[in-house]
């Protein structure tokens, strides 16, 4: 039913599928009213006014408390509580209302490499906090459809999210029900913008471009190529073109030959400096070196 006002006769938090049906309610009550919404307990979906007892009213405020930090953006205002005449049981008006929305920013980042490179098992790991089992188990999180599961390529443009919290804390589909739950809980949120790798779905990766308008390129690229794909180039005189800030990420480091992957950073890093020669390059290989150049960057900013 449209609106904001919610009757119910108690709540009793139960399970932790009821939790997330309640949960999902209040979200939709507080959109309703704009932020705010009224439950009224001790009354029947009817309208009859039947009262509850004072233990019953005591966990059903806890369960309305249990559902605004579920959604982690709400929280009671106000609790108007009376007992019913002749009787011991009672019934009261809940007001909940959504915090105050934190300043937010977004980085959108297109995730671009040749098929194979293991894109979509990178942005498994990193969106749903797992490391990947050598099979391809992370990717399966961002693929939509079934003959991608067949075949381990993507064909379409898949959007994943990583947030942090005022305090830092990583946000991801670990420990949130979904992209917008996510965006609710972070105060800095990165969308990642996985496109499709083989050439002959060169237009939908182009229209993924320019529709998502995407803030920088990342270039994934495998350890264990022999050489730099002409796909790969190709992504990376994109990004000259249009000025676009570029990091380049190395995966499947697990299998690569030591001679074979010197070699390939060797043409990688002679195929910037040809296509990007005015911009320098910082070479990242551990946490430390990380931290370092985002304090750096920071600092620029």
């Not at 909940?96 to 920013?105: F, I, N, R």
């Not at 098992?121 to 990947?132: P, W």
């Not at 990717?139 to 898949?158: A, V």
Request: net charge negative; aromatic share 4%.
């Amino acid at each position: 039913e449209a609106g904001n006002v919610e009757y119910k006769t108690k709540l009793d938090n139960t399970s932790s599928h009821r939790a997330i049906h309640l949960a999902t309610q209040l979200q939709w009550r507080l959109a309703e009213g704009d932020g705010h919404a009224l439950y009224i307990v001790g009354v029947h979906d009817n309208g009859d006014v039947v009262g509850i007892s004072d233990e019953e009213f005591e966990h059903t405020i806890d369960t309305l408390e249990n559902m605004a930090q579920q959604l982690d953006n709400a929280r009671i205002v106000s609790i108007k509580k009376r007992v019913l005449h002749d009787s011991e049981r009672v019934v009261a008006e809940v007001r909940l209302a959504q915090k105050a929305p934190l300043p937010q920013t977004e980085l959108r980042v297109a995730v671009l490499g040749d098929y194979g490179a293991g894109k979509s098992t990178v942005l498994g790991c990193l969106t749903h906090g797992e490391a990947d089992d050598g099979r391809g188990k992370a990717r399966l999180n961002l693929m939509r459809h079934q003959h991608e599961l067949e075949s381990g390529h993507t064909s379409s443009i898949t959007l994943s999210t990583v947030g942090f919290d005022g305090d830092g804390r990583v946000q991801n589909y670990t420990n949130n029900r979904s992209a917008e739950h996510i965006f609710q809980r972070s105060q800095h949120v990165v969308t990642f913008i996985d496109t499709c790798g083989h050439a002959k779905h060169l237009k939908t990766t182009a229209r993924a471009l320019t529709g998502y308008s995407p803030h920088v390129f990342c270039v994934v690229i495998p350890a264990d190529a022999v050489e730099v794909s002409t796909t790969t180039r190709e992504y990376i005189q994109i990004a000259a073109a249009l000025g676009m800030p570029l990091m380049v990420a190395v995966s499947k480091m697990d299998i690569a030959d030591k001679a074979g992957f010197a070699a390939l950073m060797h043409e990688l890093l002679g195929t910037l400096d040809a296509v990007l020669p005015e911009r320098s390059k910082c070479i990242v290989v551990n946490v430390d070196e990380h931290q370092s150049l985002a304090d750096d960057m920071m600092r620029m900013s």
